[in-house]
């Protein structure tokens, strides 16, 4: 059995999107290409930082993001 996945990471200025995905399959062609699936899934959310920006963790903010 064989599992991969993928992300997607997108923080356009203050707010953060996020995908991801995971696939488990049982059978593999000799290209890698999966013949059948066992089970998938999907995550995705929405991230928003609370507070000033001021209070955040200074390692974690961008040098142009700093005031």
């Given at each position: ?5 993928l ?24 290209q ?36």
């Amino acid at each position: 059995m064989g599992a991969f996945g993928l992300a997607l990471n997108l923080c356009p200025g203050w707010i953060n999107f996020f995908v991801g995905t995971d696939l488990v399959a049982t059978r593999f062609t000799p290209q890698f290409i999966p013949v059948k699936q066992k089970s998938m899934n999907v995550t995705f959310g929405l991230g928003i930082p609370l507070g000033r920006r001021s209070h955040r963790v200074a390692e974690y903010v961008r040098a142009s993001d700093r005031k």
